[in-house]
Nanobody, 116 residues
Framework: QVQLVESGGGLVQPGGSLGLSCTVS????????MGWYRQAPGKERDVVATIDISGNLVEDDSVKGRFTLSRDNTRRTVFLQMNNLKPEDTAVYFCYALGPYGRQYWGKGTAVTVSH
């Protein structure tokens, strides 16, 4: 069974930094896309950053220049470095992976709170 194991998150002050990590474990298959989404209280789940099998990167405009998404060479682990965090970054962050046949997998979510 496929599992997305997340780590990171926490409480930081504005301007601070956090790193989130996610690894796909369990069944072995090709991951065609992987990254992070986030959902703020009362809001819809929105993309933060994703990277596909070819290395194409998608970033939300709100995080450009502040967040960096990277992956290891197994293409089963991604890391999101979040710098210069803002209060509006506060959300639950969910790891996402796209496998064969359009199958989507999600982590359980990790909370990021940016506040004084």
């Amino acid at each position: 069974q496929v599992q997305l194991v997340e780590s990171g998150g926490g409480l930081v002050q504005p301007g601070g930094s956090l790193g989130l990590s996610c690894t796909v474990s369990g069944d072995t298959f090709t991951i065609y896309n992987m990254g992070w989404y986030r959902q703020a209280p009362g809001k819809e789940r929105d993309v933060v950053a994703t990277i596909d099998i070819s290395g194409n990167l998608v970033e939300d405009d709100s995080v450009k220049g502040r967040f960096t998404l990277s992956r290891d060479n197994t293409r089963r682990t991604v890391f999101l470095q979040m710098n210069n965090l803002k209060p509006e970054d506060t959300a639950v962050y969910f790891c996402y992976a796209l496998g064969p046949y359009g199958r989507q997998y999600w982590g359980k979510g990790t909370a990021v709170t940016v506040s004084h």
